[in-house]
């Protein structure tokens, strides 16, 4: 399955919560399911667990921006650790330098942070990186590359950091750099999302 490029609102609403990765807006102004019939939409059916359980791994999923082979091969990794599964899974996902851009306030959203880390703006340790889901580790640095610091979006993002920077990162205001002063615990996740449901979806598919 290709990664999600539609109307990201509208994905929102139909998972019932806001992803910040995915889009600065928010689905509040309708805060209900898409569909012909509008607020009509919001009383439906009691869901089945497979729907609660399929909700749960699609608000990580979109926000974070990963295609179903990307995702599944994470979980894979997750549960092969000695870690408890949920909280290495939450940990991979904000590892990654597409979010790590995102979080530190370099991007508006993840896909924007993508598109930076892509384009070779981006810097780990003094290095160009130029792979999305490149994994950060503690003690990583990253850094702008000079001329991209003039980049239009990029001041306009920090001018206006989309999220609150995590407890994990230290964020240098002078030389716009950004540090993994630790590794991301599961509450560093920017919204609510009930990992158990991830489990057992895969469990039944693995």
């Not at 979980?75 to 290495?88: L, W, Y």
């Not at 001329?147 to 306009?156: D, F, G, Q, T």
Request: aromatic residues 8%; glycine residues 4%; charged residues 35%.
């Amino acid at each position: 399955m290709s990664r999600y490029t539609g109307p990201r609102v509208k994905k929102m609403r139909a998972l019932g919560v806001d992803l910040p990765g995915l889009s600065r807006k928010t689905m509040w102004d309708r805060a209900y399911p898409p569909g012909e019939h509008g607020p009509k939409n919001a009383r439906r059916r009691r869901e089945s667990d497979f729907k609660k359980q399929l909700v749960e791994k699609q608000k990580l999923r979109f926000n974070y921006g990963l295609t179903e082979r990307q995702f599944r091969r994470l979980f894979v990794e997750a549960k092969n650790n000695k870690a408890p599964t949920p909280d290495k899974l939450l940990e991979f996902l904000e590892r990654r330098l597409d979010n790590a851009v995102f979080r530190a306030g370099y991007a508006a959203t993840i896909p924007a942070a993508r598109q930076l880390v892509r384009h070779r703006h981006i810097r780990v340790n003094g290095k160009r990186v130029d792979i999305p889901s490149y994994r950060l580790k503690v003690g990583d640095e990253i850094t702008l590359k000079d001329k991209s610091k003039e980049l239009a979006i990029v001041k306009e993002s920090l001018e206006k950091v989309a999220l609150q920077r995590p407890d994990w990162m230290r964020f240098d205001d002078d030389t716009l750099s950004c540090r993994v002063a630790e590794l991301p615990s599961p509450d560093a996740v920017p919204f609510p999302v009930e990992m158990q449901l991830i489990v057992e979806y895969y469990s039944k598919r693995l």
